[in-house]
C-alpha cells in the first residue's frame, strides 16, 4: 500500500479523505508525500483500501461502511475512531478530533463533487473552524481557502481566482487582478467575484476589512 513520509510534530497539514467524488491519484498522491497523519472518514475507506492507500486513522459511526471488519484489518495498523453524534457530519466530527490531537491545518480532499448540500457544509465549515483550523479543501479543479484580512502570494499571469464571500464581505481590496475591487464588498446571494485572474505574472494582493472570503484558485485538469 501507498504510505508517506513521516513529519514529527504536526509541522505540516494533516490529510483528511471524505467520501465524495475521488480526485486524481496524482493529486492524492502529491499531498501523501508531506502528510504526516492521514484521517479517512469510514465512508471513503474501501475505496482507499481498493487504491492501496494507507491510513492512520477511520472515523465514523461505520453504518454505511459495508463489509468494514475487512477493510479495518487490511489497513492495520489503525486506529478507529467510532463517532455515532448524529448532530455533526462525518467531516465536523473529523474535524474535531484533529483539534483534539493538536493539529493546526489540513487538508480535505474528495469532499466535493458529489451531493451539493454536502459540497456548501463542507466548504461552510471552512469557515466555522476558522482561528482554530486551516482547512484547504482539494480537487482536481481547485483549492479552495479563507483569507486573513491580508493575503499576497505570487500567480503566474491568467490564473483563475474566484472570491467568495460567506455571508457579507467588506472593505475589499485588490492588486493585479484583471477585475479589481477597490473598497468594495461582496455577499453571497448579491454579488460575488468568481472567474477574476491574476492580471499579469507577479504578487496579487487581497484585503478586507470584515467577513469571512474565500479564496478558490480554480485550474483545468490539464493545467494541475
Known amino acids: 500500500m501507498s504510505s508517506h513520509h513521516i513529519v514529527r510534530d504536526k509541522q505540516e497539514p494533516a490529510l483528511m479523505v471524505a467520501n465524495g467524488a475521488a480526485c486524481s491519484e496524482e ?22 483500501h481498493q487504491l492501496g492507500i494507507k491510513v492512520d486513522a477511520v472515523l ?25 453524534d448524529q448532530n455533526k457530519t462525518d467531516l465536523e466530527k473529523g474535524l474535531d478530533y484533529l483539534l483534539a490531537e493538536g493539529h493546526h491545518a489540513v487538508n480535505v480532499v474528495w469532499a466535493t463533487g458529489r451531493r451539493a448540500d454536502h459540497n456548501l457544509a463542507n466548504l461552510s465549515n471552512v469557515v466555522k473552524y476558522a482561528g482554530r483550523l486551516q482547512i484547504n479543501v482539494l480537487d482536481d479543479y481547485s ?29 475589499i481590496t485588490t492588486h493585479n487582478l484583471r477585475y479589481p ?16 485572474e491574476a492580471a499579469s505574472e507577479g504578487w496579487v494582493e487581497i484585503t478586507h476589512k470584515s467577513g469571512h472570503l474565500l479564496l478558490m484558485e480554480c485550474f483545468d485538469r490539464d493545467q494541475a
Do not use: C
Not at 503566474?156 to 455571508?167: Q, R
Not at 475591487?181 to 461582496?186: A, I, R, V
Open 60 to 84: 465514523g459511526d461505520f453504518d454505511s461502511m459495508p463489509d468494514n471488519a475487512r477493510h479495518v484489518e487490511a489497513q492495520q495498523p489503525i486506529k478507529v475512531i467510532h463517532a455515532p
Open 27 to 48: 493529486l492524492i498522491g502529491q499531498l501523501l508525500e508531506w502528510s504526516p497523519f492521514v484521517l479517512a472518514l469510514d465512508g471513503a475507506l474501501p475505496r482507499l
Open 181 to 196: 475591487l477597490l473598497g468594495e464588498s461582496l455577499e453571497l446571494g448579491v454579488r460575488i467575484g468568481t472567474s477574476n
Open 143 to 171: 483549492r479552495i481557502y479563507q483569507l486573513p484580512s491580508y493575503f499576497k502570494k505570487w500567480y503566474p499571469a491568467g490564473s483563475i481566482l474566484s472570491l467568495v464571500p460567506i455571508g457579507r464581505v467588506e472593505g
